[in-house]
């Protein structure tokens, strides 16, 4: 898995990173061991065939696509087994941002709706709503926001005759 020295590109589909537009990052050639080499080209989603193939010496990875912990330490060679993992597909490997229901459940009513579930074989001892869309707004929040409505339209009317 050498570094590519010529005019490279990166692989992956909706990558446009370039060694001249990107001189800082670092483009991988695709492995030469056949195994490793297929887990490449299944990671970053491609078919080899007549719009893809992988070309000795000019086929590239970018270093976007590869995790700091898949470097060898203090160096900028990748560890033998190392496979692409970051893509714009999997929001480059952050973690989701919202929590499971189940966890917003737990946190809701300071019981594991989970565990109460399976405390009477399956028929959850815990009453959860629905959904959270179903409930009534807390009296007087429509009059609120009617309220709020008509200040921001007087407010524009005002700007508006007024440039």
Same mark, same amino acid.
């Given at each position: 898995?050498?570094?590519?020295?010529?005019?490279?590109?990166?692989s992956?589909?909706?990558?446009?990173?370039?060694?001249?537009?990107q001189?800082? =990052?670092?483009?991988? =050639?695709?492995p030469?061991?056949?195994?490793?080499?297929?887990?490449?080209?299944?990671?970053?989603?491609?078919?080899? *065939?007549?719009?893809?193939?992988v070309?000795? *010496?000019?086929?590239c990875?970018?270093?976007?696509?590869?995790?700091? +912990?898949?470097y060898?330490?203090?160096?900028?060679r990748?560890?033998?087994?190392?496979?692409p993992? =970051?893509f &714009?597909?999997?929001?480059?490997?952050?973690?989701?941002?919202?929590?499971?229901?189940?966890?917003?459940?737990?946190?809701?009513?300071?019981?594991?709706?989970?565990? +109460?579930?399976?405390?009477? *074989? *399956?028929?959850?001892?815990?009453?959860?709503?629905?959904?959270?869309?179903?409930?009534?707004?807390?009296?007087?929040? =429509?009059?609120?926001?009617? &309220?709020y409505?008509?200040?921001?339209? +007087?407010?524009?009317?005002?700007?508006?005759?007024?440039?």
């Amino acid at each position: 898995m050498a570094e590519s020295r010529n005019k490279s590109f990166c692989s992956v589909p909706k990558c446009s990173n370039s060694k001249q537009k990107q001189p800082y =990052l670092i483009f991988h =050639l695709f492995p030469v061991e056949v195994q490793q080499r297929r887990q490449w080209i299944h990671a970053i989603k491609r078919d080899e *065939g007549p719009f893809f193939t992988v070309r000795r *010496g000019s086929t590239c990875v970018c270093s976007m696509h590869i995790t700091q +912990a898949d470097y060898q330490p203090s160096s900028s060679r990748l560890k033998i087994g190392a496979v692409p993992s =970051l893509f &714009q597909w999997n929001n480059y490997g952050a973690p989701p941002s919202r929590e499971t229901a189940y966890a917003r459940a737990n946190a809701r009513l300071g019981v594991d709706v989970r565990e +109460a579930g399976s405390e009477s *074989g *399956g028929a959850a001892a815990v009453q959860v709503m629905d959904h959270d869309y179903a409930s009534h707004p807390p009296p007087g929040a =429509l009059d609120n926001a009617l &309220q709020y409505t008509e200040e921001l339209e +007087a407010r524009l009317q005002k700007i508006s005759l007024n440039p």
